[in-house]
Structure formats: C-alpha cells, structure tokens
C-alpha cells in the first residue's frame, strides 16, 4: 500500500511530455490494425454525444483541458500493470509509437478507448509521500518509535476467527502453539516498547506517515531512507477528522490534513494521543536507500504523479484506465475540480467502493498541502479498449 507543510502546490503535478512536431508517417498515431483510428475533428465540429453504455472520450467534460500528452506518457510507464488483453494491445501500440505531442496523445486515447460511466457518486481523497525529520534515538519531541514488521505478524484466512469472512486474508498474532488471535490495535501496539526501533519520529508525524503508506526520513546528520510500507495489524482504518470536526476541535470545513497535524503537533502528549488511538490502525515499516524515486504502488510500479489512483480491488483491477470527474470541494482552499486520466496502480486501507479513489500527488510539503484539501463528489468511468467495448 501507498504512501503537511507548505501552502505552495499545483494543481498538475505530473511530467510533461516532449512536445515536437508530427513523426514521420510509421511513427503517426496508429493503433493495433483490427482498430482504426477516428478521424481529426475539425474546430466548429459538434462534440459526440454519449451513446446509452459508452461515451466517446470528447464528450467528457474537461477533456479538452486535459494534458493529453503528460497522460500518454504516464499511461506507458505503468500500461503493463494491467492483465487485460484488450489493454495489453493498446499498450503494446502505445510504447512502439513513443512521444507524442498534446494533439497527437489525445487522439491516440480516443482512437483507442471509450469511456463507460460507473453507477454513481463518490468521493475523491488524495495522498502524498511526506519527508519528515527522525532521530536515531529517542527524546522529549522524537517520542515515537518506527516499528519494523513483527515476527509474530501472520496472514491468515479471515475464516480463522468469523466463518463468514473465509476466503479473506487478515493480519493476526501467531501464539507459537498452532493457534492465532486477532492482531492488537494501536493503543495496545504502542503501549509496548519496541525490541528495536528503526527510527524515531515526532508522533504526528508518524501518524501521517502510517496514513500516507510511505515517505523519507532525514536524520540529524543529513543522511535519508525511504520508509517503505511493511505490513499493519489488520485493523480497519478510522479516520480522525470527523471525530475531530464533531467534538469542536477543529471548524467544519477545515479538516484538511495540515489543520489536523497541526492540532496535533500544538497538543502533542495525552490529548494528541487519545485523538489518534482513535485510529486503531497500525503500520509498520521497513527502511532503505533513498534513490530520488517515487514510491512504489500495490501494482509493484513507481506512481505517477497526478496520474496514479488508490483503488478498491475489489471493484477495479490494477492497470485500470479511468477518467476522473471531481467537484463541488468539501474542504476549504481545495482546488475546484479535478478531471484526468489516472491509473489503477495502489490500495488503501480506507478506499472501499466502487466510486471510490485516492489520487496520488507526488513528494514533500507542496503535494502534502494539496493532498489535505482534496475531498471531492466524485464521478468515474472507466477507459475501456474500443476492441473490449465492441
């Protein structure tokens, strides 16, 4: 699973792609031969109008300011996460032709997909990979002990405690004699001390670190490691802001990841603490070099910026093409809307649903300040291969 700061962020995170002008003709636009490609569209064209099933990409609203380009590219990096044959088609199409300008990359996309609309509202969170400051040993401020996975940590069929949930797999404590009990939750976990702890961490910190999934860690002497997810407890993940926002802590339309921490930080100790026990969650994590990379997603890919989604597997495969309708911001200083391609490339403990999503935004203090704000009515489709939709 996946993994605030600054007030500085923007809206399209993503790399662009290489503008240039057309390739020569083996290089143009041309998908697999079973699939023809659309014919340009001239200006003063009417868009198309969706059918009863299917939309023609077009006739999306913010299609047109789409950077179809940035899209390509990102939809090429990662196409192969996807176990679709129809996908593998247009992937194979799409990485034998390479770069291609805006207006090129958008009429690859319609050429090759048609949207179909997903039942329904949701919601639209995103999340981010935070850089925080650690300590090699603990003090007064660096109180919380990062915790590598334990041994006595198993996955075991949910059918062990609940015949009803057999088939699921589930976090639980191997009592070395055969037998399993449920994993402790967080307050439990943190009322004993670690055998070894691999970093220590300001709480809340810590806390958005186990939320986000992963991050860097910068030591005092200068040096950094990525903090890689490792596993948690099997707990269902709670999240604290209502909590929060009901017992008068923080105004109704400022939940925002940043307002919370910074609650956090200014009440750090037992009133801090009761607020994430809240959370019965718990993440553990591994260590390693920090090589400048984004984090790496369920799909086992590096994320995108702008352009990868944590989803709920149980709804949508990894390598799911999607186009994302996101408005009318719950939360204040949000951007007003988000409408893009994105892929199917992480989970997360609190993405359940189908119309459900987490957009991932990318490193440090300015993706954290965005990610915070992003809580939109969502609306989804997904970019089905024109082979697929026939």
Excluded at 35 to 46: A, I, T
Excluded at 57 to 72: Q, V
Excluded at 178 to 187: E, F, H, N, S, V
Excluded at 276 to 285: E, G, I, T
Aim: charged share 25%.
């Amino acid at each position: 699973m996946r993994a605030a700061g600054a007030l500085l962020a923007a809206l399209f995170l993503t790399a662009c792609a290489t503008h240039r002008s057309a390739p020569p003709p083996e290089l143009r636009v041309r998908p697999e031969p079973h699939r023809p490609v659309e014919r340009p569209r001239p200006p003063s064209e009417p868009r198309p109008e969706a059918t009863e099933r299917f939309t023609p990409l077009g006739a999306l609203r913010g299609w047109e300011a789409e950077d179809h380009a940035a899209a390509l590219a990102a939809f090429r990096e990662t196409c192969g996460a996807s176990k679709d044959p129809a996908m593998a088609l247009v992937c194979r199409s799409a990485r034998a032709i390479g770069p291609l300008d805006r207006e090129q990359s958008e009429r690859f996309f319609e050429a090759n997909f048609r949207a179909e609309r997903i039942a329904g509202e949701g919601v639209l969170t995103a999340y981010f990979s935070p850089e925080y400051p650690a300590r090699r040993k603990a003090s007064d401020e660096f109180s919380a002990p990062v915790r590598s996975k334990p041994a006595d940590l198993k996955m075991v069929d949910a059918g062990t405690f609940d015949p009803s949930q057999g088939g699921r797999q589930i976090a639980a404590r191997d009592n070395g004699d055969g037998t399993y009990a449920p994993y402790p939750d967080r307050t439990a976990i943190e009322a004993t001390p670690p055998d070894k702890a691999l970093a220590w961490m300001r709480p809340e910190d810590l806390f958005f670190l186990q939320i986000q999934g992963s991050g860097v860690l910068t030591f005092e002497d200068g040096a950094r490691k990525k903090a890689v997810y490792a596993g948690n407890n099997g707990w269902p993940f709670l999240g604290i802001a209502n909590p929060m926002r009901d017992r008068g802590l923080l105004p109704r339309d400022n939940t925002s990841g940043e307002a919370i921490r910074a609650w956090l930080a200014d009440h750090r100790g037992p009133d801090a603490q009761a607020i994430m026990r809240l959370n019965p969650r718990y993440a553990f994590f591994s260590l390693a070099a920090d090589d400048g990379r984004q984090p790496t997603g369920s799909a086992g890919l590096p994320l995108p910026p702008g352009r990868s989604l944590a989803v709920d597997t149980g709804f949508h495969p990894m390598g799911e093409l999607l186009w994302i309708e996101a408005s009318s911001p719950m939360l204040a200083g949000a951007f007003p809307d988000y409408r893009r391609i994105a892929m199917a490339l992480d989970t997360g403990g609190a993405i359940r649903g189908e119309v459900r999503a987490d957009l991932y935004l990318g490193v440090g203090p300015a993706a954290g300040a965005e990610a915070g704000r992003v809580r939109h009515t969502l609306r989804l489709y997904r970019l089905v291969p024109r082979e697929a939709a026939r």
